[in-house]
């Protein structure tokens, strides 16, 4: 699930749909968050109707969830839409933060899987760097890769 509102939305489409071809998955099911006949602003996006249209109209068994911050800023209705089709889906987060509060839903390490940073690991790295670049302009600036991490499946 994507967004297309969103720059990242068809970047990490397109990526997807080229490790899963590397995989032989032809055609993978995709859902734009964002729905057909919307404005193109988030305020559109219907996540329940998202979801349903995987499960009822697509039949999907488990849902990748891209990392697109509109989804991060709706983290608690995410849950509940999962935790209500966990029977039927298997979730896939981007971020450990995800995981993080699926188990706090009541969600078993079984039924979704988040791997990647925490957010406050990429914003301290981030803030480093800023603070860096702050007191020192004309240096050389390194940025390191967030840790990745995993929790669930």
Not at 32 to 44: I, M
Not at 96 to 113: N, Q, R, V
Not at 133 to 140: D, Y
Request: net charge neutral.
């Amino acid at each position: 699930m994507y967004n297309g509102n969103s720059v990242i939305g068809s970047l990490e489409l397109q990526e997807f749909t080229n490790a899963m071809a590397k995989l032989g998955v032809a055609k993978p099911l995709y859902v734009d968050a964002l729905g057909k006949g919307s404005s193109g602003e988030n305020r559109d996006i219907k996540l329940v109707d998202a979801f349903d249209d995987l499960v009822t109209n697509q039949g999907a068994q488990a849902v990748i969830l891209s990392a697109d911050p509109y989804f991060t800023t709706q983290l608690p209705k995410l849950m509940r839409i999962a935790l209500a089709r966990r029977k039927v889906l298997t979730m896939c987060y981007p971020l450990t933060d995800y995981g993080e509060e699926a188990k706090d839903a009541g969600m078993s390490l079984s039924e979704f899987l988040a791997r990647g940073p925490s957010l406050k690991d990429v914003y301290s790295s981030i803030g480093e760097i800023v603070g860096k670049r702050l007191t020192s302009p004309a240096g050389a600036y390194q940025f390191t890769v967030a840790p990745q991490l995993r929790i669930g499946q």
